[in-house]
Nanobody, 124 residues
């Protein structure tokens, strides 16, 4: 089991930027695919972005393409989500998640470990 801790959320105005971080407590971070999901109260958790364990591939939700960038630093056991041109519709709790050597499915049920989430609020 991987322990994940997110940080970097906050309140910004429309058009602003935030960088989320996800730090993993695990010996071999480089064998875990890491994803970001978000969830609003009463709604299902939705996929935002994912980066393959090797760092060689990334996938984004269509509505964040060109605005969000996911990256990883395996020397620091950390994945980042750089969010630019934020919109009120991006307001949610953002969760970091991990799966061992997995790729292909963005179904949240395919991810085994989850962080506690960090709140992102974009004011209009």
């Amino acid at each position: 089991q991987v322990q994940l801790v997110e940080s970097g959320g906050g309140l910004v105005q429309t058009g602003g930027s935030l960088r989320l971080s996800c730090v993993a407590s695990v010996r071999t971070f480089s064998i875990y695919t890491i994803g970001w999901f978000r969830q609003a109260p009463g709604k299902e958790r939705e996929f935002v972005a994912v980066i393959k364990y090797s760092g060689s591939s990334v996938i984004y939700k269509d509505s964040v393409k060109g605005r969000f960038t996911i990256s990883r630093d395996n020397t620091k056991n950390t994945v980042y989500l750089e969010m630019n041109s934020l919109e009120p519709e991006d307001t949610d709790v953002y969760y970091c998640t991990a799966k061992h050597l997995g790729w292909g499915s963005m179904d949240p049920r395919s991810f085994a470990s989850w962080g506690q989430g960090t709140q992102v609020t974009v004011s209009s």
